[in-house]
Nanobody, 127 residues
Framework: QLQLVESGGGLVQPGGSLRLSCATS????????IGWFRQAPGKEREGVSC????????NYADSVKGRFTISRDNSKSTVYLQMNNLKPEDTAVYYC????????????????????WGQGTQVTVSS
């Protein structure tokens, strides 16, 4: 079972950038599809981006396309979410999630698809 720990959140002004990290342990990251999700106060959790196992196919929510980039470094067992041109509506707790797949089954923007979750990191975009 993969364990996940997010970091990199913080307070940033609109238009600024942050890079979130999802450090993993306990298994080989290469075999896992990874998703990034966020939840703002009073709102439902939403999928932000995901990355397939075995390859580098990605998916993004329309609200973050062109601004966010997901990537992985298998040698560091870490997945990243680079967030540029941040907006106040990006304010939320961000979570990474993982699902082990023996073949490339793609990835999902539905949190119920994933079996392992991190504890979250707060991102606040405000002037």
């Amino acid at each position: 079972q993969l364990q996940l720990v997010e970091s990199g959140g913080g307070l940033v002004q609109p238009g600024g950038s942050l890079r979130l990290s999802c450090a993993t342990s306990g298994d080989t990251l290469f075999y896992y599809a990874i998703g990034w999700f966020r939840q703002a106060p009073g709102k439902e959790r939403e999928g932000v981006s995901c990355l397939t196992s075995f390859g580098d196919s990605t998916n993004y929510a329309d609200s973050v396309k062109g601004r966010f980039t997901i990537s992985r470094d298998n040698s560091k067992s870490t997945v990243y979410l680079q967030m540029n041109n941040l907006k106040p509506e990006d304010t939320a707790v961000y979570y990474c999630a993982a699902r082990r797949t023996t073949v490339q089954l793609g990835c999902s923007m539905n949190g119920a698809w994933y079996g392992s979750w991190g504890q979250g990191t707060q991102v606040t975009v405000s002037s």
